[in-house]
């Protein structure tokens, strides 16, 4: 198969040529989806004014000039100088029945790049809250597409392991007992112990305030003990993450841990290089660098700090370190942070700083994928009724419940097992869906209802489409017919649609890959589901009038469902048998 963009854009390029000479080889035609036509080719506006001429007669020379019989019926040219391009239906169908036989369908394998992503990014001892939704579910959407395009990618999990108050925990583990049931709490209820420290702290009771400040300056040293009662607070919570990512479905591992302590020992050479090259300079007291294109109020530089003035290091000297290897060790030529949007500026500079340092050449692409607030009905960020950050286990497990109750009415005939395991994966999917349908970048209101509902534009619905369809195919291979290969043909015009919309899936995952933005995925999909729902209800399947009809159907529908689950699966949704 090939893509219809792809295929129109290169005789377009070709009729150009021919119409207007070779100084025009490689002019983009400025391909576009219509309401009027498949597509149009808005170039003649674009190139009126070079030639001489107007919109219109540039556009009525370049159909004289365009050989696409074999792909559209006659083009034409309409409004102020746009060229309507339709594609031929037998066409399409020859497109599709291709499609059907690639196991990719359609989607290219790129030249590879390696893109390091750094998302979710927890911290050890606290719960995981639904700020870090997005930057989870975003960042494992973009990871997975990145990859199903050929791309090698480094999961980044940029945990907060280290700094002050890991003497409070590490002393209150100590106070409670290793093994104790306070100890376990790590693991199930983070917030729990990490408060309870801070009270014992606060009070100071016998002490422990003191004996937290020691076990910092321990744990920077590098004693043994201290190392090893650090390293237990991490299997703790890493145990805890895990449950959640378990929950969400995502793809990040022990293995793609890289916390803030990662680069623990390069944080004096990073500010010993950038004092040589003159990058740096001390102000009050803290190692600074000031970049002219950032600047404050008053037009002076803002600082990034990358020394702070009691000779500690903070998040500025980390992210430099942190870019450099990734960079220098792990030889990317794209990396990602997705990242929340009030960091922008301190990334921004960060990237700009490590550019002047020579750690970050101009050929590799370093890109912030901003991620926007979660928000409640009220329109503030997304808390609890005490204003506390909602916790993304309770809000997960919520999600599930309704998703179980919608179910339990609409098929109460599902035993206990398989309605609940439907119901995680719908509820989960729901919330997932939600959040990757919006820009990444926008704000978007947490509605459950909305969420696990079976109609709009949600992740039940795409899912009941996928079930619907395998429900088509179970009833017919129980009725006998398994129409596995041939060819898939046109004879009604929502065959037609829905055979336009398969084809576009390849530039769709592409364009998520370039763009970062799994939305549009999302939105082709919603558009899949409902262009198939048209083709179901105007094209009888099982009750075509004749089998070689009854055939092609079949065979559009199992094409429909392998564009709807892998393109689900990119976006880490699953695509329930049953529903």
Same mark, same amino acid.
């Given at each position: 198969?090939?893509?219809?963009?792809?295929?129109?854009?290169?005789?377009?390029?070709?009729?150009?040529?021919?119409?207007?000479?070779?100084?025009?080889?490689?002019?983009?035609?400025?391909?576009?989806?219509?309401?009027?036509?498949?597509?149009?080719?808005?170039?003649?506006?674009?190139?009126?004014?070079?030639?001489?001429?107007?919109?219109?007669?540039?556009?009525?020379?370049?159909?004289?000039?365009?050989?696409?019989?074999?792909?559209?019926?006659?083009?034409?040219?309409?409004?102020?100088?746009?060229?309507?391009?339709?594609?031929?239906?037998?066409?399409?169908?020859?497109?599709?029945?291709?499609?059907?036989?690639?196991?990719?369908?359609?989607?290219?394998?790129?030249?590879?790049?390696?893109?390091?992503?750094?998302?979710?990014?927890?911290?050890?001892?606290?719960?995981?809250?639904?700020?870090?939704?997005?930057?989870?579910?975003?960042?494992?959407a973009l990871a997975r597409t990145l990859e199903h395009l050929g791309h090698r990618v480094v999961r980044q999990n940029h945990i907060g392991d280290w700094g002050t108050p890991f003497g409070m925990l590490i002393e209150h583990l100590l106070d409670?007992?290793?093994?104790?049931?306070?100890?376990?709490?790590?693991?199930?209820?983070?917030?729990? %112990?990490?408060?309870?420290?801070?009270?014992?702290?606060?009070?100071?009771?016998?002490? %422990?305030?003191? #004996?937290?400040?020691?076990?910092?300056?321990?744990?920077?040293?590098?004693?043994?003990?201290?190392?090893?009662?650090?390293?237990?607070?991490?299997?703790?919570?890493?145990?805890? %993450?895990?449950?959640?990512?378990?929950?969400?479905?995502?793809?990040?591992?022990?293995?793609?841990?890289?916390?803030?302590?990662?680069?623990?020992?390069?944080?004096?050479?990073?500010?010993?290089?950038?004092?040589?090259?003159?990058?740096?300079?001390?102000?009050?007291?803290?190692?600074?660098? %000031?970049?002219?294109?950032?600047?404050?109020?008053?037009?002076?530089?803002?600082?990034?700090?990358?020394?702070?003035?009691?000779?500690?290091?903070?998040?500025g000297t980390t992210d430099l370190a942190t870019i450099r290897h990734r960079v220098r060790d792990l030889h990317a030529d794209r990396v990602l942070y997705v990242v929340g949007a009030p960091q922008h500026l301190h990334l921004q500079m960060?990237?700009?700083?490590?550019?002047?340092?020579?750690?970050?050449?101009?050929?590799?692409?370093?890109?912030?994928?901003?991620?926007?607030?979660?928000?409640?009905?009220?329109?503030?960020?997304?808390?609890?009724?005490?204003?506390?950050?909602?916790?993304?286990?309770?809000?997960?497990?919520?999600?599930?419940?309704?998703?179980?109750?919608?179910?339990?009415?609409?098929?109460?005939?599902?035993?206990?097992?398989?309605?609940?395991?439907?119901?995680?994966?719908?509820?989960?999917?729901?919330?997932?869906?939600?959040?990757?349908?919006?820009?990444?970048?926008?704000?978007?209101?947490?509605?459950?209802?909305?969420?696990?509902?079976?109609?709009?534009?949600?992740?039940?619905?795409?899912?009941?489409?996928?079930?619907?369809?395998?429900?088509?195919?179970?009833?017919?291979?129980?009725?006998?017919?398994?129409?596995?290969?041939?060819?898939?043909?046109?004879?009604?015009?929502?065959? #037609?649609?829905?055979?336009?919309?398969?084809?576009?899936?390849?530039?769709?995952?592409?364009?998520?890959?370039?763009?970062?933005?799994?939305?549009?995925?999302?939105?082709?999909?919603?558009?899949?589901?409902?262009?198939?729902?048209?083709?179901?209800?105007?094209?009888?399947?099982?009750?075509?009038?004749?089998?070689?009809?009854?055939?092609?159907?079949? #065979?559009?529908?199992?094409?429909?469902? #392998?564009?709807?689950?892998?393109?689900?699966?990119?976006?880490?949704?699953?695509?329930?048998?049953?529903?």
């Amino acid at each position: 198969m090939v893509s219809p963009a792809d295929v129109l854009t290169e005789r377009l390029q070709r009729a150009l040529v021919a119409a207007f000479g070779g100084e025009y080889a490689g002019t983009d035609p400025v391909l576009r989806p219509s309401q009027f036509a498949d597509f149009q080719a808005n170039v003649a506006l674009a190139l009126a004014k070079r030639l001489g001429s107007n919109p219109r007669a540039v556009a009525t020379t370049l159909v004289e000039h365009l050989d696409v019989a074999d792909v559209c019926v006659a083009p034409e040219v309409s409004g102020p100088g746009f060229v309507n391009l339709t594609l031929r239906g037998d066409w399409l169908a020859t497109q599709a029945t291709g499609q059907a036989a690639d196991p990719r369908l359609g989607v290219p394998v790129q030249q590879p790049q390696l893109v390091p992503i750094d998302y979710s990014a927890p911290n050890v001892a606290k719960e995981m809250h639904v700020g870090h939704l997005r930057t989870t579910v975003v960042g494992d959407a973009l990871a997975r597409t990145l990859e199903h395009l050929g791309h090698r990618v480094v999961r980044q999990n940029h945990i907060g392991d280290w700094g002050t108050p890991f003497g409070m925990l590490i002393e209150h583990l100590l106070d409670v007992g290793e093994d104790s049931e306070a100890a376990k709490l790590l693991a199930s209820d983070p917030n729990a %112990f990490y408060q309870a420290a801070r009270a014992e702290f606060d009070a100071d009771t016998d002490g %422990f305030a003191d #004996r937290a400040r020691r076990r910092v300056v321990a744990l920077q040293a590098g004693d043994p003990d201290t190392l090893r009662l650090w390293q237990e607070l991490i299997d703790l919570s890493t145990a805890y %993450f895990n449950s959640i990512y378990d929950l969400l479905d995502v793809t990040l591992t022990d293995a793609d841990l890289a916390g803030e302590s990662t680069y623990n020992a390069e944080l004096a050479q990073i500010c010993d290089e950038l004092e040589a090259a003159g990058l740096a300079t001390v102000s009050d007291g803290a190692l600074c660098v %000031f970049l002219e294109e950032f600047t404050g109020r008053e037009g002076k530089p803002v600082p990034l700090i990358v020394r702070k003035s009691d000779g500690g290091y903070g998040y500025g000297t980390t992210d430099l370190a942190t870019i450099r290897h990734r960079v220098r060790d792990l030889h990317a030529d794209r990396v990602l942070y997705v990242v929340g949007a009030p960091q922008h500026l301190h990334l921004q500079m960060v990237f700009a700083a490590a550019r002047k340092a020579g750690w970050l050449p101009d050929d590799v692409e370093v890109v912030h994928v901003q991620i926007g607030n979660v928000l409640g009905a009220d329109g503030k960020i997304l808390k609890t009724r005490s204003g506390a950050p909602l916790r993304l286990r309770a809000l997960l497990e919520e999600a599930v419940e309704r998703a179980a109750a919608v179910l339990e009415e609409a098929r109460p005939e599902l035993s206990p097992e398989e309605r609940g395991r439907i119901a995680r994966q719908v509820g989960i999917g729901a919330v997932k869906y939600a959040d990757l349908s919006v820009a990444h970048d926008s704000e978007y209101t947490f509605d459950l209802d909305r969420m696990v509902s079976l109609t709009g534009n949600t992740g039940p619905y795409l899912q009941y489409a996928a079930a619907r369809i395998r429900s088509i195919l179970r009833r017919a291979e129980e009725g006998g017919v398994s129409p596995v290969n041939g060819p898939i043909v046109q004879t009604e015009d929502a065959e #037609r649609d829905l055979m336009l919309a398969l084809l576009g899936f390849g530039d769709v995952v592409a364009g998520v890959g370039a763009a970062l933005e799994p939305h549009r995925l999302c939105g082709y999909l919603f558009d899949l589901a409902q262009r198939f729902t048209t083709f179901y209800d105007q094209c009888p399947v099982l009750k075509a009038p004749e089998p070689a009809v009854r055939d092609a159907r079949l #065979r559009l529908c199992g094409l429909t469902l #392998r564009v709807l689950e892998q393109g689900l699966g990119l976006l880490g949704i699953a695509a329930p048998e049953r529903m």
